[in-house]
């Protein structure tokens, strides 16, 4: 499996997963890399994407390791049920005690593996270790295409 970056947003194996969220009619908010590297060694707090989308809230956040995504490189932790929470509004970093009733869920990656979350879902990312190999992922929002924000 390797198609092409700017084709990655429209890979059949994902839209396949997508259709089962949000049906046939499926836009594109947006796709992006996330690359942790030497320039981007932090950590990133605890928050929710949705806040920072425009349009409707029915959206379909997906993210593909383009590289193996792990502790030493920063990798993704998630909280699982805490979409209910439903969004939090714009606040940035959330406290640590909103996610504390939530469990943990924090997988290893490799190159070609996929993640797809609710906008609302509390997740962070560890720091990088500065000798690791830098994390990169692919971040594609799907959402209605009647959704006016579609690209």
Known sequence: WSP???HLCVEKSLIDIVVQFIGFNIGIYNQRLII???LALGAVPLHQDAPYHRGFWNKVACFVAL???NEANGKLVFYKGSHKLGSLGDVGEVSRHVA???ERYSPDLEPGDVVFMNPFLLHESGPKEPNAPARIMADILYQPASDPSTI
């Open 67 to 69: 590289s193996a995504c």
């Open 36 to 38: 942790k590297d030497k």
């Open 100 to 102: 504390e009733p939530f």
């Open 4 to 6: 092409s970056l700017p």
